[in-house]
Nanobody, 124 residues
Framework: QVQLVESGGGMVQAGGSLRLSCAASGRTTSGLSMGWFRQAPGREREFVAGINWNGYSADYADSVEGRFTVSRDHAKNTVYLQMNSLKPEDTAVYYC?????????????????WGQGTQVTVSS
């Protein structure tokens, strides 16, 4: 069993930055891709970013491309999401997830384990 715990959320003004962390325990996450998703009130959970098994390839939603950066530290079994130039529309609960495969995917069906989420609120 894998436990994923997100941290780093909070409230920030538009244009500001936050760095989310997701620490995994229970097993190593190396060898599998990981992803970040978000869910705003009344909306579906959506893909934000994903990083492949070795950390050398990443994918981003169009809405965050150029502003967010995903990375991972295998030694710490942790994945990060650096969020810059934040906008009010980035406000959501952010979740990290561990996939079943090596390559990144935006489809939630490819992810087996999910964290409990961390709230990000961006004020205008």
């Amino acid at each position: 069993q894998v436990q994923l715990v997100e941290s780093g959320g909070g409230m920030v003004q538009a244009g500001g930055s936050l760095r989310l962390s997701c620490a995994a325990s229970g097993r190593t996450t190396s060898g599998l891709s990981m992803g970040w998703f978000r869910q705003a009130p009344g909306r579906e959970r959506e893909f934000v970013a994903g990083i492949n098994w070795n950390g050398y390839s990443a994918d981003y939603a169009d809405s965050v491309e150029g502003r967010f950066t995903v990375s991972r530290d295998h030694a710490k079994n942790t994945v990060y999401l650096q969020m810059n130039s934040l906008k009010p529309e980035d406000t959501a609960v952010y979740y990290c997830a561990l996939s079943k495969i090596q390559d990144t995917r935006s489809d939630r069906g490819f992810y087996d384990y999910w964290g409990q989420g961390t709230q990000v609120t961006v004020s205008s």
